[in-house]
């Protein structure tokens, strides 16, 4: 079946798509988290920041390889396709659809949610968060599919109004770091608090999130204009971009505050490093910015989250493909689709409060994290993406003899590397919790076999 997808979208919007995802709420929420698992050494902290921005440049690079050959109507999805074959690129895309997507979307809208709660002085974490978080995951997913063209705009404004207090807090604070001493001092600083649950290790699994969301630019490829220009660009120019921003904010932290009263700030860092830095007034309007920004991350997830039962349903497979592949004329989206992304973020959205956050079934009788579903899914589901990018990478040095050896071997190689490493980061990290994820993914995965359907010959 073919793509009935408009060509829609051009270089702007692809860039800040990917800019727009990735710079988002993770910069806001994992950085004290990072902090405290390097126990509170700001230069291991940058070391976390640089180390995962570099994997996200690598891969960025082998799929940009791929972005200037292959346009269909999913961009991982058509890689998966090209590199291992229509079985691999089926499970690659159920993944991504019943999986990634949903968890992604749905962990952004209650960050969102709970950060609107903490600017209106309401319950943060409680039902009010994840009624606010159900409203914008509603809200999300129909802007997108009854108006994509206004959604597609509101991604580059977000991601413009996202870049101001990043920037001004980067390089001010940046400045003043050095000119009042402590952005030197802080390299030397050594906390005695943090480093509880596993280091270094752990804080690049956590720091995953925060740049994240990269490949969901690859899902709108079949909608840009000139996709085998624009998308490459995007995506490697989005990537440098984010790693050289996030470490200039974390980096400028240090110009009004220590290690210490960094970790102790917890989710309201933002506020109270924008109230030292510019007053208390800046502090407030800062949240906003916040709330706006993660908005527009989730924006852009949802973007590619809705597309992802039609990318199954247009190579035959996935739910009643012949239906949910149906692209509705006056708005020009695959609305099934859509229906089905919302519900799968819904109940992904009713795992996070439940299980992980402080619904009844968080803690087990000995303390510990309930074993069944208790993992943070949006940093554990970030690293299974990571592990099956490895056939990718492999099948794609096998097979892509047109291409040089830079692009055929050694970006490849680097990739497999970095993934391989992410992969060992998350079993350091969540242990015996590795085990039981594994077992859903293995459920949902199964689950999947039951609607693919091999092309005919």
């Not at 309007?285 to 039962?309: D, E, H």
Request: aromatic share 14%; net charge positive; glycine share 10%.
């Amino acid at each position: 079946m073919e793509n009935g997808l408009e060509k829609k979208y051009g270089l702007p919007t692809a860039i800040s798509m990917v800019i727009g995802i990735v710079i988002g709420s993770g910069v806001f929420f994992k950085a004290v988290k990072v902090l405290r698992l390097t126990g509170g050494s700001m230069a291991k902290s940058l070391l976390v920041i640089a180390a995962v921005g570099l994997i996200m440049i690598v891969c960025s690079c082998v799929f940009a390889s791929f972005g200037t050959k292959y346009v269909k109507c999913n961009g991982i999805v058509d890689y998966a396709e090209a590199a291992v074959g229509p079985r691999y690129a089926y499970f690659m895309g159920w993944f991504m659809t019943v999986l990634y997507y949903p968890i992604i979307a749905a962990t952004l809208s209650w960050v969102s949610a709970r950060y609107t709660c903490m600017l209106f002085g309401l319950e943060e974490g409680g039902g009010a968060t994840c009624a606010i978080a159900a409203f914008f995951l509603i809200f999300g997913f129909a802007e997108n599919a009854l108006s994509p063209k206004i959604a597609g705009k509101i991604q580059v404004s977000a991601t413009v109004i996202k870049l101001i207090p990043l920037l001004a807090m980067g390089v001010i604070g940046g400045i003043a770091g050095l000119i009042n001493g402590n952005g030197i001092e802080v390299f030397n600083h050594v906390s005695e608090i943090g480093n509880e649950t596993g280091g270094i290790f752990a804080a690049i699994c956590a720091f995953a999130f925060s740049y994240e969301g990269w490949i969901i630019a690859t899902s709108i490829n079949s909608e840009l204009k000139n996709a085998k220009r624009d998308l490459p660009l995007a995506l490697i120019g989005g990537a440098v971009f984010c790693t050289l921003i996030y470490s200039l904010y974390t980096y400028s932290m240090s110009a009004t505050m220590t290690p210490e009263e960094i970790i102790a700030a917890g989710d309201w860092l933002p506020k109270i490093a924008f109230s030292n830095m510019f007053g208390e007034v800046a502090g407030t309007v800062i949240f906003v910015f916040i709330v706006i920004s993660c908005l527009g991350t989730t924006n852009g997830v949802i973007m590619g989250c809705m597309r992802g039962f039609y990318s199954l349903s247009v190579r035959g497979c996935g739910p009643k493909p012949a239906l949910v592949s149906e692209v509705d004329k006056s708005t020009g989206m695959p609305l099934k689709s859509c229906i089905l992304g919302l519900l799968l973020s819904a109940f992904w959205l009713l795992q996070w409060q439940v299980f992980f956050w402080e619904g009844p079934l968080v803690m087990n009788v000995t303390g510990n994290p309930a074993w069944l579903l208790g993992w943070e899914a949006d940093e554990i589901v970030i690293i299974t993406q990571y592990a099956m990018y490895i056939p990718i990478f492999l099948c794609f040095m096998v097979k892509e003899k047109s291409f040089g050896f830079l692009r055929r071997f050694a970006l490849p190689v680097l990739g497999l590397a970095a993934c391989v490493f992410m992969c060992y980061c998350c079993v350091n990290a969540y242990g015996k919790l590795t085990l039981s994820y594994l077992a859903v993914y293995a459920l949902f995965m199964g689950a999947g076999a039951f609607f693919y359907k091999p092309k005919k010959e």
